[in-house]
């Protein structure tokens, strides 16, 4: 892979260096593929693949779950924020004497008063800058203007009305086309004058032009990937509490990334990082938004620190959904080629990112467009390239990922529509179409095009076993004889492959932190445990599969194990949770951990046995002589014995740390199949079926990642048929409330139908991939491609995402259907 | 998301509350099930100086047949319709409607005198009752009078009460036999107000349409009966053609305007497919 820099295009981010992708031996082969999930702890130890309940449900079922709001400390303050009517506006005056004179509040904060401490602007995830509140202009709808500190949240709701702000609009630029004419700009803080931030390419350029020339059949499509937000049911929100006698500064955070926020708190306000204490507590969901640092957590803090007291600030839905980081924004010119075989032999891709008015993105910094390089997807290509612009905009800044590790869901989207496209150019059967240009499982170690070096994979294993599980053939036949009778009705399939769990460090950080994830257990005397982590659970169910894994490791009943984390005064360093990378890395570092704490109980146990530590073998829970099962210790006789009776020449206690450094990512992948069915006269999409095969390799809990399944698949609906910000030509956003972004419900839902297939990581110590994203990154093309199937002998090529009725009608009615 | 301040009024009766009203004037808004009026006043788009709560006065919350009528109270809850044996096996087209109002939650505290009075064409209950031909009850300081369904919605969000008047009641003429209805909505998914929805009212003997009445949702400024509509059915036998041109009709004299649910070609051909729909549903309860 190739980062460069066109003089031409000019970049305004952090020189990025080149980066390659050579795996050690073994993070890259060919692994035998199973169905049967293996246990081999009993229940009463609850290791691997069992279908534990989740621990954490019961407080967060009982409502005795403890978020930010939950949070409340004697003299806490409340702030609130005035934000900006205009996309687009030089700030001419703030005029807060009235609120000022209000009982109650305390202080207006605005970007003057930060300028003083040189924090109105800050730096993004992707070394971009971005305002924290404005000294001159404002670049975003709903952008923060200033701060409201009140005793009471409705007085400092009814403050914001007594601030007067003077405007002298500016143009918006809403069109990312038109900001490549660079006619406004967006920031004219920028040294070099243009809207442009970064352009980048991956892949062979000539080698990809040449397969082009010489191919049979190209298909090519543009497609925009849409504007989405990640729409938590917990908005983000903070508590800041500095203490001027400690000097410390206290935050409960809606955070996934407690540490490395702590280390970014550090650098920007340039208090001591012992002094700064982030707590992360029960989290109602993250989905990627909650990575990036937003101007509200800044500004809190600060008020904090000049006031002395707790100050609390929690954003409202409208402000969660207008300001806060968006996701995808992507336009993408796609060719797909194909011999004279219909072999795929080409991928062609020009891209362009709106990233809004600062690159915000939440990317390891070495991937300006993420991990999209992975386009290729699960088929053998011999040559890709991939060309990216990207712009600002009059736009909230971003992009986070929504449930997706880096711009995978674009790239996925992409490469599904244009092969299903293609097969229906050739008239092949989209599944055989697949079948035949999947990389085939006795091609792993495989290497893409791109530079990937898949850790293993079954391709076709997984869209066979979707197909007999929908019953393929015969929907194939029902959808002929219905097409004869004029109804409509298609059958889409995805066979996604995913890139999760960054990452090895030498090529992924954030910041220059490298992207190793961390976990630390102690073994108590009396054989319970408590381990801590440096990643961060919003609802992925950590407290439980993380205990799972240490008691597959330990034989520590899991319901032994108390998991901690989130207050980065306790847990181990880490990147946190976010990119499906929590079981990559923190669930490594978690079987690493025990495996050392198991070697040290090893010794306690030989001493104990009064035998040499060759002798002894693990059943379990317990070191026993090999062959003589009653000659043995248990974990907790071991436990026991550390703090009462252990080898003179060995340290007390039974704890280890762990920092895991993956030597390759991870590529769970996965088949869905999706049958809607079309109402020719309104353009209603209603999905009769939805079957999804995942491959997440080895499963800690079956339980759990069917819940993320199903999750995931909801959060990949609502893009494919809902999910939308839309801005007008001001720049206005025209989605500010759940009234008008569409989420769906369990009404909208079709019923998710799940099974698994089940090829380990080689390179993972328990063989696990990741799966909360998978099923995001994997349903909308699915669908999309239902809906093209229901309506491909009409003409109908493509219809971009949101599948709205409109869109679908207007496609029957250009087609001269209609009811 | 936080209201401005006001004042709250808690009257016992409905006397109490129409002289708040008279001494509040038009800085006073009704509070009946709220599911309109709260979330205008979080985002400050409402900013009523005095909330009268009418929840906690007595008689207004009531379902029954009399003289010809069903007599719905003005704080009956739309959930009161869903679990009603009267509506559910002699006024379909209102229990269509109940069903499809909102969502269950809201339903729950939501009213069917609210849903009327705020005069919302993107409401369900306009259409429908403009397809009813129902009547509304209005008492003020000087008593309670009636005024027809036809000539009471008067622009968006606007009505024929005076500024003293409450709601009280609102009558639905009994069908008669030959008498069908239905109420057809397309969402774009549960909780959302229409796109388009069509209510019809039709009255069939021996194949032939003798009296159609039409009510649109969200595709007109104002809550509208698609006349033309009707005339192309009475005095017809209700063949395609003649249903066709019945949607034809509702499509032209429609007046929607573009949102986010859809432009104005869409919504117009929506509502031409919802008539027909619901006319042939209608005529399959009036059969």
């Known amino acids: 892979m190739t980062v460069y820099h066109d003089p031409n295009k000019p970049r305004h981010v952090d020189d990025r260096v080149e980066v390659k992708h050579p795996v050690p031996e073994g993070a890259s082969a060919k692994v035998e593929t199973t169905e049967q999930i293996a246990v081999t702890t009993p229940p009463e130890v609850c290791g691997m693949g069992h279908r534990m309940k989740r621990k954490e449900d019961p407080r967060f079922i009982q409502g005795r779950g403890q978020y930010v709001d939950d949070v409340k400390l004697p003299g806490m303050l409340y702030m609130d924020i005035v934000r900006s009517p205009y996309a687009h506006a030089k700030i001419l005056d703030i005029d807060a004497s009235a609120?000022?004179?209000?009982?109650?509040?305390?202080?207006?904060?605005?970007?003057?008063?930060?300028?003083?401490?040189?924090?109105?602007?800050?730096?993004?995830?992707?070394?971009?800058?971005?305002?924290?509140?404005?000294?001159?202009?404002?670049?975003?709808?709903?952008?923060?203007?200033?701060?409201?500190?009140?005793?009471?949240?409705?007085?400092?709701?009814?403050?914001?009305?007594?601030?007067?702000?003077?405007?002298?609009?500016?143009?918006?630029?809403?069109?990312?086309?038109?900001?490549?004419?660079?006619?406004?700009?967006?920031?004219?803080?920028?040294?070099?004058?243009?809207?442009?931030?970064?352009?980048?390419?991956?892949?062979?350029?000539?080698?990809?032009?040449?397969?082009?020339?010489?191919?049979?059949?190209?298909?090519?499509?543009?497609?925009?990937?849409?504007?989405?937000?990640?729409?938590?049911?917990?908005?983000?929100?903070?508590?800041?509490?500095?203490?001027?006698?400690?000097?410390?500064?206290?935050?409960?955070?809606?955070?996934?990334?407690?540490?490395?926020?702590?280390t970014v708190f550090a650098l920007v306000t340039g208090l001591p990082e012992h002094k700064i204490q982030i707590i992360s507590p029960d989290i109602g969901g993250g989905f990627g938004g909650k990575v990036p640092v937003y101007p509200g957590y800044v500004i809190g803090a600060v008020a904090s620190l000049l006031l002395g007291k707790p100050v609390k600030w929690i954003e409202d839905r409208s402000e969660n959904l207008q300001a806060d980081s968006f996701a995808r924004d992507y336009h993408l010119e796609a060719e797909l080629a194909a011999d004279e075989n219909g072999k795929l032999v080409g991928l062609r891709v020009n891209g362009l990112a709106d990233h809004g008015a600062a690159d915000a993105a939440a990317n390891p910094s070495k991937f300006?467009?993420?991990?999209?390089?992975?386009?290729?997807?699960?088929?053998?290509?011999?040559?890709?390239?991939?060309?990216?612009?990207?712009?600002?905009?009059?736009?909230?800044?971003?992009?986070?990922?929504?449930?997706?590790?880096?711009?995978?869901?674009?790239?996925?989207?992409?490469?599904?529509?244009?092969?299903?496209?293609?097969?229906?150019?050739?008239?092949?059967?989209?599944?055989?179409?697949?079948?035949?240009?999947?990389?085939?499982?006795?091609?792993?170690?495989?290497?893409?095009?791109?530079?990937?070096?898949?850790?293993?994979?079954?391709?076709?294993?997984?869209?066979?076993?979707?197909?007999?599980?929908?019953?393929?053939?015969?929907?194939?036949?029902?959808?002929?004889?219905?097409r004869e009778r004029g109804e409509l009705m298609g059958i889409g399939i995805s066979s996604f492959t995913e890139v999760v769990g960054a990452g090895p460090a030498k090529d992924y950080d954030i910041l220059g932190i490298k992207m190793f994830d961390s976990a630390e257990i102690r073994i108590h005397p009396t054989g319970k445990a408590i381990a801590r982590f440096g990643t961060k659970s919003q609802g992925q169910g950590h407290e439980t599969t993380y205990a799972q894994i240490i008691a597959q490791e330990l034989g520590i009943?899991?319901?032994?194990?108390?998991?901690?984390?989130?207050?980065?005064?306790?847990?181990?360093?880490?990147?946190?949770?976010?990119?499906?990378?929590?079981?990559?890395?923190?669930?490594?570092?978690?079987?690493?951990?025990?495996?050392?704490?198991?070697?040290?109980?090893?010794?306690?146990?030989?001493?104990?046995?009064?035998?040499?530590?060759?002798?002894?073998?693990?059943?379990?829970?317990?070191?026993?002589?090999?062959?003589?099962?009653?000659?043995?210790?248990?974990?907790?006789?071991?436990?026991?014995?550390?703090?009462?009776?252990?080898p003179d020449d060995l340290e007390a206690g039974l704890e280890a740390t762990d920092y895991y450094n993956p030597p390759n990512l991870t590529f769970p992948f996965g088949s869905y199949i999706c049958v809607v069915d079309v109402d020719k006269g309104t353009g209603e999409v209603h999905i009769r079926r939805f079957v999804a095969i995942d491959d997440c390799g080895n499963i800690i809990n079956p339980l759990v990642v069917e819940g993320q399944v199903h999750g995931g698949l909801t959060m990949g609906l609502a893009p494919a048929m809902f999910e939308e910000i839309v801005y007008d030509e001001y720049g206005t956003c025209l989605t500010g409330t759940f009234a008008d972004y569409l989420l769906p419900t369990a009404v909208e839902s079709p019923k998710w139908e799940t099974g698994h297939t089940i090829t380990p990581s080689p390179h993972h110590p328990i063989g696990a991939k990741g799966v909360g994203e998978s099923p995001t990154v994997g349903a909308p093309p699915a669908i999309a491609n239902a809906v093209v199937d229901a309506l491909w002998h009409l003409g109908v090529r493509h219809i971009d995402i949101p599948i709205t009725p409109q869109k679908v009608w207007q496609a029957l009615r250009d087609a001269g259907v209609s009811d | 998301m936080i209201p401005g301040e006001f004042d709250y009024h808690s009257p016992q009766t409905l006397a109490e509350a129409i002289s708040l009203l008279v001494e509040h004037g038009d800085e006073a808004k009704i509070l009946a099930g709220g599911q309109s009026l709260i979330p205008a006043m979080r985002f400050r788009l409402a900013l009523p100086g005095t909330l009268i709560d009418i929840n906690r006065i007595d008689g207004l919350s009531y379902l029954r047949e009399e003289n010809g009528h069903l007599l719905i109270g003005a704080m009956t809850r739309e959930s009161a319709l869903e679990e009603s044996d009267i509506v559910q096996s002699k006024y379909h087209l209102l229990a269509d409607a109940a069903a499809v109002i909102a969502d269950p939650l809201v339903r729950n505290l939501a009213t069917v005198g609210g849903n009327i009075a705020h005069s919302d064409p993107a409401n369900d209950h306009p259409a429908v009752m403009l397809a009813y031909g129902a009547t509304v009850m209005a008492a003020g300081p000087n008593g309670t009078r009636r005024i027809a369904i036809d000539d009471f919605f008067t622009d968006l969000f606007e009505n024929s009460l005076e500024e003293n008047e409450i709601l009280t009641e609102i009558r639905i003429p009994t069908p008669a036999a030959g008498t069908g209805g239905a109420y057809l909505k397309l969402e774009r998914k549960v909780g959302d107000y229409a796109i388009s929805a069509a209510a019809v009212q039709l009255t069939m003997s021996g194949g032939t349409c003798t009296a159609a009445r039409i009510g649109l949702t969200n595709v007109s400024p104002v809550p509208m009966r698609a006349k033309n509509a009707e005339q192309a059915l009475v005095g017809q036998t209700l063949t395609d053609d003649v249903i066709e041109a019945a949607g034809q009709a509702a499509a032209a004299e429609c007046d929607p305007s573009q949102d986010l649910r859809g432009s104005v070609a869409y919504k117009r051909d929506l509502t031409r497919v919802m008539v027909k729909r619901t006319i042939r549903k209608a005529m399959e309860r009036a059969n």
């Not at chain 1, 202080?107 to 800058?129: C, N, Q, R, Y």
């Not at chain 1, 991990?371 to 699960?378: E, P, Q, V």
Request: include cysteine.
């Open chain 1, 99 to 262: 609120a000022l004179e209000m009982d109650g509040v305390l202080a207006v904060i605005t970007g003057k008063d930060l300028e003083a401490h040189g924090l109105h602007w800050m730096p993004t995830l992707m070394s971009d800058t971005q305002m924290v509140l404005p000294t001159e202009k404002v670049v975003y709808y709903a952008q923060e203007v200033c701060a409201v500190i009140a005793t009471d949240r409705y007085i400092a709701a009814d403050a914001v009305e007594n601030i007067f702000v003077d405007y002298d609009p500016l143009d918006a630029v809403v069109d990312p086309f038109k900001a490549l004419e660079d006619e406004t700009i967006v920031r004219t803080d920028k040294e070099v004058q243009t809207n442009r931030i970064w352009h980048w390419e991956v892949g062979d350029q000539a080698a990809t032009d040449e397969v082009f020339a010489n191919a049979k059949h190209v298909v090519k499509q543009y497609m925009h990937i849409p504007r989405i937000h990640v729409a938590s049911i917990e908005t983000c929100g903070m508590v800041a509490n500095y203490n001027p006698a400690t000097e410390k500064m206290q935050i409960y955070m809606t955070t996934q990334a407690p540490h490395a926020i702590r």
């Open chain 1, 368 to 482: 300006p467009a993420g991990l999209f390089s992975i386009c290729s997807g699960s088929y053998d290509i011999e040559a890709t390239h991939v060309n990216f612009d990207a712009v600002y905009t009059t736009k909230p800044p971003g992009g986070v990922a929504y449930r997706c590790s880096f711009r995978v869901t674009e790239a996925v989207h992409m490469i599904e529509r244009l092969t299903d496209m293609m097969a229906h150019d050739l008239g092949i059967d989209p599944a055989e179409y697949r079948m035949q240009n999947f990389i085939q499982p006795e091609q792993f170690p495989y290497k893409s095009a791109t530079g990937w070096e898949y850790d293993s994979g079954n391709y076709p294993a997984a869209l066979k076993k979707a197909m007999d599980m929908i019953g393929y053939d015969e929907l194939r036949r029902e959808q002929a004889e219905k």
């Open chain 1, 557 to 646: 009943p899991a319901n032994d194990i108390e998991v901690e984390e989130g207050d980065t005064d306790t847990a181990p360093y880490g990147l946190g949770t976010y990119a499906s990378r929590s079981t990559p890395t923190a669930g490594a570092a978690a079987a690493m951990a025990a495996r050392k704490i198991r070697a040290k109980a090893k010794k306690i146990a030989a001493h104990l046995l009064e035998a040499s530590e060759e002798d002894l073998e693990w059943n379990v829970n317990q070191w026993q002589v090999k062959g003589s099962p009653d000659q043995a210790k248990t974990i907790q006789d071991i436990a026991f014995a550390a703090y009462t009776n252990h």
